[in-house]
């Protein structure tokens, strides 16, 4: 009897592949449990109107280094899976491009944020706005160093020192909050600390991996082009998902921007494990030829889509109490953005687990391609609703687009693997066994 697509699917997921997910897995969700902590910290501290400014400053910081680090991090994952034999080169280049680079982008925006400042985030003031931007190059640090392990397949020691980065921050921001020191400069500069301590890790464990560093310039070229051509996809699926903080905070006030930020903190835990497996597909697919992606991820993308949609609706259901018992009363106002915000972001976890097998498929043009329509919508309905609706207009904005883009992804997957909706949307008996075998092992 031939072998059903579940069993041969099973036997690829061999004990190795098992480990890294539950590593994957692992390293996800302790970086949300210590984040949670951190946000329960930070809106205890700062209340609605210092959290506000803090997530609006943090994603000046954030949006930066999205622009200026030119998809490298994406190029280093796939050269390292598929030129095993150039993993110095990766390994030196990295280094390389990310003083270099990572100086003069930092220049750059010193130059001309005060700019955009005065027309668009009149609430971030030149401190605040200076300290941001002084994070962007930690912020590359970590962005290639991650990449690079991901592309060693090291996917519990990069975790471990991500939940280590989450720690650091919790720990000596619930210190400062304790000796009564806690302002948004102060959480900026714990912030800015972690990054930096945790790029350094992973840019030190990834050099590690190839035991010596080599400059190759065509290598470098090559791979600045291959993370370019899809460069605007990450950038503007970043913005996709962030710009309607900015567009609240230019119509709104503080306090609106950190209870719409609270609830995008905690809609975060929806993302983590399809997260974990879009980490764990790249490299897998990478390595190896597309059958086997054809085959392993419908298996992971339908159990991750099962889990994520039942933690939505518990979501929804104990979100209330949840925001009341943790944050306190101030921030119940960010219940109901929760609550609109949780179906979008159920379907996008399809974006964010197949984006992992299309890249490793060395198809990145997919992406750029959702990322354009997707954005320049989201952006069109922010501005139309946030003005009359306020932060349940950016609610449905993002989960209107959010539905469209993790549609997209789908199709393209669809069309590039030929297997079924079904396969990849509806869990299935054995998955389940397979799951609770993989969790006893």
């Not at 690079?148 to 210190?175: C, H, P, Q, W, Y």
Request: glycine residues 10%.
């Amino acid at each position: 009897m031939t072998d059903s697509p579940v069993e041969r699917a099973s036997g690829i997921a061999t004990n190795r592949l098992r480990s890294k997910l539950i590593s994957a897995l692992g390293g996800q969700f302790g970086t949300f449990a210590v984040g949670l902590v951190g946000q329960i910290v930070i809106a205890r501290a700062l209340g609605p109107d210092g959290k506000g400014l803090l997530s609006l400053t943090m994603l000046v910081a954030m949006s930066l280094a999205n622009i200026g680090h030119l998809s490298y991090g994406s190029a280093c994952s796939y050269f390292i899976g598929r030129q095993p034999v150039n993993r110095s080169s990766v390994a030196g280049n990295s280094l390389f491009f990310t003083v270099l680079w990572g100086f003069l982008w930092t220049a750059l925006a010193m130059l001309f944020m005060p700019t955009v400042r005065d027309r668009f985030i009149p609430l971030v003031s030149d401190r605040l706005l200076m300290m941001a931007t002084v994070t962007v190059l930690p912020l590359l640090l970590l962005e290639y160093g991650n990449s690079m392990l991901i592309g060693f397949d090291r996917i519990f020691k990069m975790n471990l020192i991500m939940v280590s980065r989450e720690m650091i921050f919790v720990s000596t921001m619930a210190l400062v909050w304790i000796a009564g020191g806690a302002s948004v400069e102060t959480a900026i500069a714990l912030w800015g600390l972690a990054i930096l301590t945790a790029g350094i890790l992973l840019l030190t464990n990834s050099i590690r991996e190839v035991g010596g560093l080599r400059l190759d310039i065509p290598s470098l070229l090559a791979m600045l082009r291959f993370g370019i051509s899809f460069h605007l996809s990450n950038v503007l699926s970043f913005l996709r998902s962030r710009f309607d903080l900015f567009i609240i905070a230019f119509f709104m006030s503080r306090s609106e921007v950190g209870y719409y930020s609270l609830a995008a903190a905690i809609l975060v835990g929806l993302r983590y494990l399809p997260a974990a497996i879009g980490q764990v597909l790249l490299p897998y697919v990478a390595q190896r030829s597309d059958d086997a992606g054809n085959q392993m991820t419908p298996l992971l993308v339908r159990i991750g889509f099962a889990l994520t949609l039942l933690a939505g609706c518990a979501l929804v259901i104990f979100g209330y109490p949840l925001i009341y018992l943790l944050f306190g009363p101030a921030f119940i106002p960010a219940y109901k953005p929760l609550a609109v915000l949780v179906p979008g972001a159920v379907v996008l976890t399809l974006a964010t687990m197949l984006a992992g097998d299309l890249i490793g498929r060395g198809k990145p043009h997919y992406s750029v391609i959702v990322s354009v329509i997707t954005f320049v919508l989201n952006v069109a309905a922010g501005l139309i609703l946030i003005p009359r609706l306020g932060i349940m207009g950016a609610a449905l904005a993002s989960t209107g687009t959010h539905f469209l883009t993790g549609s997209m992804f789908l199709y393209f997957f669809l069309r590039e693997s030929g297997v079924t909706a079904r396969d990849v949307l509806v869990a299935r008996r054995e998955d389940w066994l397979l799951v609770r075998r993989s969790l006893r092992r």
